[in-house]
């Protein structure tokens, strides 16, 4: 199956399940939204109210912000208390940086002649040494270790995009996750080695999706099967008859 870019997500996906790879980017059958809803909800407006809030300088901004975008998303009220407590870390946070002059990025970027990678930044802010802070902003509880984001595949995009785009060394990129619910910022700093493996596993990883044909996109059973938007079309789950019936509705488009 011939790709020419590849995105995290992609990647990602391809790694967990080729079954939802192909029904997700070959296919494109309709998602089930509703598996883990409010999460997801819950992360995208936070995430627009730190971008449109950037600038903001007093809660009661960022607030009224809130209030603005709220009816664009959709969550249980139980996550309402959460929101000015996002909004006062995203504050201090914001205090603490040496500036405040680039926001979201959007990137696509070559690693081989015939194979791009592309993704969004949350946030890169540029310190007065010349270096570059990318931030990655995280509304969980469950914080990620250095060691963890030493293995992140998306950071290190998020790092060889910064650096390919705003001619900056690779040791003059600090990548963390800010988790504004508990004010906590994770950092580390990644080695060219680092990059280059990044790299190859990208470029090792578009030629196995390449060399792949449709019928051999095959369901991988995993720990994430319950949550996963497509599980009502996986055969691992539902019987034949279903699964065709299913991926049939799938595919109609919304009655106009």
């Not at 059958?29 to 300088?57: C, M, P, Q, R």
Request: a positive charge.
């Amino acid at each position: 199956m011939f790709i020419n870019t590849i995105s995290e997500s992609k990647y990602q996906t391809f790694k967990q399940c080729k079954l939802k790879y192909r029904y997700r980017y070959i296919d494109r059958l309709k998602e089930d939204t509703s598996t883990n809803a409010d999460a997801l909800h819950f992360g995208s407006y936070i995430h627009k109210i730190f971008e449109d809030g950037v600038k903001a300088t007093t809660v009661e901004e960022l607030m009224s912000l809130s209030e603005e975008l709220k009816s664009n998303y959709s969550f249980n009220s139980s996550y309402n208390p959460k929101i000015e407590v996002c909004a006062k870390n995203f504050l201090r946070f914001n205090a603490s940086l040496e500036t405040n002059d680039i926001t979201e990025l959007r990137y696509s970027i070559d690693v081989k002649e015939d194979i791009s990678v592309n993704g969004i930044i949350d946030r890169v802010v540029r310190g007065k040494q010349g270096g570059l802070l990318i931030v990655d902003y995280k509304t969980s509880k469950r914080e990620k270790t250095k060691f963890d984001l030493y293995q992140d595949t998306q950071m290190k995009g998020y790092c060889y995009a910064a650096h390919k785009m705003y001619e900056t060394p690779i040791d003059k990129i600090t990548c963390a996750h800010y988790y504004p619910l508990t004010d906590t910022l994770v950092t580390i700093k990644y080695t060219n080695a680092q990059i280059q493996d990044y790299l190859k596993k990208i470029v090792e990883e578009v030629w196995r999706i390449r060399k792949l044909k449709k019928v051999q996109f095959c369901a991988q059973q995993n720990e994430f099967c319950n949550w996963c938007s497509y599980k009502k079309y996986c055969p691992v789950f539902f019987d034949e008859h279903t699964v065709a019936k299913r991926i049939e509705e799938g595919k109609r488009k919304p009655k106009k």
